[in-house]
């Protein structure tokens, strides 16, 4: 398999972006839309065999070429490679920047080119920080992801754009140095190189101290929580979605916030399992046994679910509403993640001394939980990525998001009404949505290895429903008055926009094995790098 | 060749799923008549195609169906060497394909040793010689078929969810439970289809298009919750239904009103649906530790065969139980989570017919049914989870009945009839008579879909829901009167109609489970709820069509001073089910004579190999003999009858002998009986002390006093930009220091140094 696959997915959107700064007129909006439009679809094209030609029986990386010299007195590589876990998540996200792009086509109008320029070096960061297989590079595309959405705010924002724009992206930046102060540290002890792939052998051959270990993961930890973001970490979230265009917050909620739980899963969990599982002892005349990361981590999550959607209905903002919507599912994926490590179980695992019917239930119940959690987050991806793009389809029209000015939006507007409605659906995951089956095997491995979390998280079920429903009703139902009762509905473009997700949405809800079966190895994968 | 029913199984679900494709993509252009043709054919043709089905499963269990017919196995002779038998069975199946007088492909059933080959063929063939050669040659013999257990039909669509061992496959099965279910659904569906074309008819094409699609999709959600063949898969029907509810409730959803009613229904509902996925889980959990690493499957067989009457993690599967039961509770809208079934009473009649009174709302009983040997041995701290069930569904059949008495709209009454009712399928399941409460469940659809159908006809005619401005209709109306007041009677439990053998039944089996040995005297008790509740029905009944038929006319709500006769289209399903209200007293005649075996009634005794007997789990039950049984059925009948006719009398005496005046004169009565009826009229209050001590402070209070005290305030103008602020000012603060001045920066280093050393110094010493 020679093909340079990865390289192009990066570079692909790079040239475009390229060739569109430099080329296309300013002028020719028409001509702008339509090249990023093919240059993202392309992209979503060159993606897709990675799909069908991943090798589940393999499993591991696969589709990449040895590590290229990069920097080379750090050590630093360019090394790509995609396992299920990043090959989704790059798929992911190329099927969502054309929807981005046809999001974009009524609600923005200023800069057009600029706008268009920075989606495509945002694919490319987006795709590339899945890929990176280097801790430098990853660093690296991680950083330049922020540029083009700190600007995609900032230039083309609501009111408030400055304030949001910053806020996310100084809180980003914050976690970031965190985590670049760790990848040094990690660079030294693990014999001066960026490269993963030696940094695990290295570290399963001469384990750190736990200690170490536990502030490493605690800098990593940080930095993911914020993406995800996991309360009480999130504000920046609520403020960068009201104040972001559609095709922002489109990305954000779909992709960008996936870097949080992809990070616990390739960073966190394989480097320092003993890390997530040490109770930090704190002295203070006498010494208080702190909970370890995983159990913190599980608390906030559960918290997460339940605050996440309590906030959801106290919104007056539509935007606002679903971006704490994401607080509460994302809340989820976190619990799933680390329950199974959670507390003295969870110790007694990364320290080898779990055994038998125990290390069988946590091992069980852990792949169910983290597959679910993965598949949840492509789920969420689609579901919200609908929900915002539908929202964004409101705002050009109404240019108000306010719930309270809305209303009775399904008479003027069937066809959007009917769309929203199976994106809310999608969301409180029924049954034959992707949420669900994603949902269903997060519970259930969290059930098998702590049930107080299941019971926690299992509200998310009927609390989801409330204010989904409840937002349903308020914009789409009872009688449409004044500019409501004359609203546009969803016009073509915007339904080749939207539709794509509604409908994938059912099929991974009714098919997911392909997908379940290039993410269970991945798992299998991090619990060997547990030990015991 | 005859294909195999089997193929039938996802037929019977794709119909309904297609018609409603078909009308919600296309219905808008294409006209009310293709729509119609369309919605109304796909549950008819789903009900042949289930009647197929029984007939099918009728000809496997019980040899042929006509005279014509005959049904042979080959099997293997005693003591014989030779090939395998499998082989052997196959190598005569294949030879038997080139005769083309047999019926069915041959089919083969059983394992290992007991294997056989099945042949339906004519009447000859078992003296057939060619086939006795056929046999001999593969050292077989002909035998008549030996009734095993019932025969089902089952059909695997590949699988849905697999990660580790926990394996969920797209499978159906169709056995002697969930057939009765599906005619049921797909007959009445089909007539409320029928029927709604006309009540629907003046409605604008797109929204005809939309309620019909809507309709079809139940049909189909209804019919995967029924022949799901493992729990998960009947969850999607389960949430799908209640999808349906919630798009049918709110089907007119301009009216900002009724769009509530649906969010709430489906919000409740939810609320129940955690305790089946928590219940899932917890059987699952007892699952593993019974299987200790086999695969994990949520298949009801695989569930009763393994925890049915299992002593181990028997608090996983009481618990597991109990959890199940509170999802039932929510779907069959019992205490606590009954109160959304009175609001979806703002969906069309027809919906509330089909799904709010026939159908859905009976997924509980169902599901109990279907789990029944799980359930049967199931205990939470020492206490029979069917004794909960009981005990909740005796309460729920009280209470709401009580509170159908004081209702003035038409549909409220009848939702707290239901209500009321599916208690009484609840009592019936918790004493383990699973027939009699299929039983009640059957008799049931036909006679409140018969009263929901006529309720509509009237609402129809008179442009009001309200029985105040009713009165007098049995001139106007008569088919919907006559075919109501049957439905109305068999409601009441009058005597030989369904539902006064279909409650008897209940009653007695609550009777001799309080008879059994070691039986707590609350099941007495439950008896004598359930008996009181027979009364309160009679009366609500009575009143009902009092209110509606008798006396005169009080004039309608808005343009309806002339109330008109029920179209054909709606007269013929009230007709049918009229019928069927009194033919379904067949299914389940007593029996009465003592040399009738006790629970020999029909449709009990077909369900009694798939669901669990309280014979079977009961110790010493039922304690009475034969003999006393039957004075025990008698003397339970005689004291039905007058409950009912007690009632009835009482309901006539109120609201029959009197002339009603213009407005309702039941507001007129004063002092103890007006804040009696205060209280029925508001079912107990229930409704607003929920709204008032849980979803007002629990939901909107504490969520928005979260996010305007702690999200926005504390958080993130505290902690997050607070942090920003301090940021700030700490460099305003170190800014004073960067003068430029070189001999400043030397004094700041001298200090420094200073400082730096003498602690250096301090902390040696």
Known sequence: MALPFLEVLILLPLFGALVIGLFVPREDEGAVRGATLAVTLVNFFVSLPLFFLYDTSKGGFQFGRPPMDWIEPLGASIHLGVDGLSLLLVILTTFLMPIAVLSSYRGITTKIKNFHVAILIMEAALVGVFMARDLLLFFLFFEIMLAPMFLLIGVWGGPNRIKAALKFFIYTAVGSLLMLAAMAFIYTQAGHTFDLEKITQSFRDNPLPATTQFWLCLAFVIAFAIKVPIFPLHTWLPHAHVQAPTAGSVVLAAVMLKIGGYGFLRFCLPLFPQGVTLQPELYLGTTILLPSIATAICWLGAIGVVYGALMALAQKDLKRLIAYSSISHLGLVVLAIFAALSGEVGRQWTSGAAEGALKATLEAGHTRAVTGAVFQMIAHGLSTGALFFLVGVIYDRRHTKEIAELGGLATPAPKLAICFVLAALASVALPTTAGFVGEILILLGVFETNKIFAVIGVTGMVLGATYMLWAVQRVFFGPAEGKNATMKDIDRVELAGVLPLLIFGFVLGLFPGPFLSRIEPVVQTLIKSYGG | ?765
Not at chain 2, 70 to 82: E, F, I, R
Not at chain 2, 209 to 222: C, D, E, G, T, V
Not at chain 2, 298 to 316: H, P, R, V
Not at chain 2, 671 to 681: D, E, F, K, W
């Open chain 2, 1 to 765: 060749m005859f294909p195999k029913e089997t193929a039938l199984l996802p037929a019977i679900i794709l119909i309904p799923l297609l018609g409603a494709l078909f009308n919600g993509l296309f219905g808008k252009r294409l006209g009310k008549g293709i729509v119609s043709t369309v919605a109304v054919a796909a549950p008819l043709i789903a009900f042949f195609f289930a009647a197929a089905l029984f007939f099918g499963l009728h000809a496997a269990d019980h040899g042929p169906l006509l005279s014509q017919t005959s049904v042979v196995v080959l099997k293997a002779k005693k003591d014989t060497a030779g090939s395998s038998l499998p082989g052997r069975l196959n190598k005569a199946r294949r030879e038997l394909g080139k005769r083309d007088d047999l019926f069915k492909i041959p089919e083969i059933e059983g394992k290992d040793r007991n294997q056989v080959l099945r042949l339906v063929g004519p009447a000859s063939l078992a003296g057939d010689e060619a086939l006795k050669t056929l046999a001999h040659r593969h050292n077989l013999v002909v035998a008549p078929a030996a009734s095993a257990a019932p025969r089902s039909y089952r059909y695997n669509l590949g699988t849905w969810i697999h990660v580790g061992n926990f394996k969920v496959d797209f499978e159906f099965v169709v056995d002697r439970l969930s057939i009765i279910l599906m005619l049921v659904i797909t007959g009445v569906g089909f007539l409320i289809h029928l029927y709604s074309t006309d009540y629907m008819g003046a409605e604008p094409r797109g929204t005809y298009a939309r309620y019909f699609s809507y309709l079809n999709l139940f049909i189909a959600s209804m019919l995967v919750l029924v022949m799901g063949g493992n729990l998960l898969i009947l969850f999607i029907g389960w949430e799908g239904v209640g999808m349906c509810s919630y798009l049918l409730i709110g089907f007119d959803y301009e009216d900002a009103k009724k769009a509530a009613c649906g969010t709430k229904a489906f919000v409740v509902n939810r609320i129940g649906d955690m305790g089946v996925v928590l219940g899932m889980f917890c059987l699952l959990a007892a699952l593993a530790e019974t299987t200790a690493g086999g695969t994990l499957s949520l298949n009801f067989q695989t569930l009763n065969l393994a925890l049915g009457g299992s002593t181990l993690n028997a608090g996983l599967i009481g618990a597991g139980c109990l959890l199940l039961f509170f999802g039932c509770t929510g779907k069959s809208a019992q205490i606590p989570l009954h109160l959304w079934l009175p609001d979806a009473m703002a969906g069309p009649t027809p919906v509330s017919a089909l799904i709010h009174a026939a159908t859905m709302v009976t997924a509980g009983i169902y599901l109990i049914a279907r789990m029944s040997p799980i359930f049967a041995g199931a205990e939470v701290i020492g206490v029979p989870v069917l004794g909960i069930v009981a005990l909740i569904g005796g309460l729920t059949a009280f209470f709401a009945g009580a509170a159908a008495i004081g209702q003035d709209d038409i549909k409220k009454v009848l939702a707290y009839s239901t209500v009321s009712q599916l208690g009484y399928m609840f009592l019936g399941v918790g004493a383990l008579a699973m027939g009699a409460a299929v039983f009640h469940l059957v008799a049931h659809a036909f006679f409140k879909a018969v009263l929901f159908l006529g309720a509509g006809a009237v609402i129809h005619a008179t442009h009001t829901q309200s029985m105040r401005r009713m009165g007098g209709l049995k001139n106007y109306m008569p088919t919907t009167y006559w075919t109501m007041a049957i439905g109305a009677l068999a409601l009441a439990g009058f005597p030989l109609l369904s539902g006064f053998f279909s409650k008897d039944m209940i009653l007695l089996a609550t009777l001799l489970r309080a008879k059994a040995a070691g039986a707590h005297w609350i099941w007495y008790v439950l008896y004598l709820l359930g008996l009181g509740t027979g009364f309160l029905t009679a009366v609500y009944s009575t009143r009902l069509i009092g209110m509606t038929f008798w006396g005169d006319y009080r004039g309608g709500g808005p343009g309806g001073r002339h109330p008109h006769a029920a179209p054909s289209a709606m007269a013929l399903p009230l007709f049918v089910l009229g019928v069927l209200t009194i033919g379904a007293a067949l299914l389940g005649l007593p029996a009465l004579a003592a040399w009738m075996e006790p629970g020999a009634e029909i449709l009990p005794h077909y369900l009694a190999p798939v669901v669990a007997q309280a014979s079977d789990y009961l110790v010493n039950y039922p304690a009475v003999s034969s003999e006393l049984y039957h004075r025990y059925e008698i003397g339970g009948l005689l004291v039905g009858a007058m409950a009912s006719l007690f009632g009835v009398a009482v309901g006539w005496k109120i609201w029959g002998s009197r002339a009603p005046s213009q407005v309702g004169w039941e507001s007129q009565v004063s002092g103890q009986l007006a804040s009696i009826r205060q209280v029925l009229a508001n079912a107990w209050y229930y409704d607003e002390w929920v709204n008032k001590r849980f979803v007002q402070p629990a939901v909107l209070y504490l969520s928005a006093l979260l996010w305007e005290h702690v999200d926005d305030n504390a958080i993130d103008r505290g902690l997050v930009d607070g942090t920003g602020r301090v940021a700030v000012q700490l460099s305003l603060f170190t800014r004073v220091f960067q003068t430029g001045h070189v001999a400043r920066y030397a004094a700041y280093f001298v200090v420094g140094a200073v400082v730096i050393l003498a602690s250096v110094h301090l902390y040696s010493i």
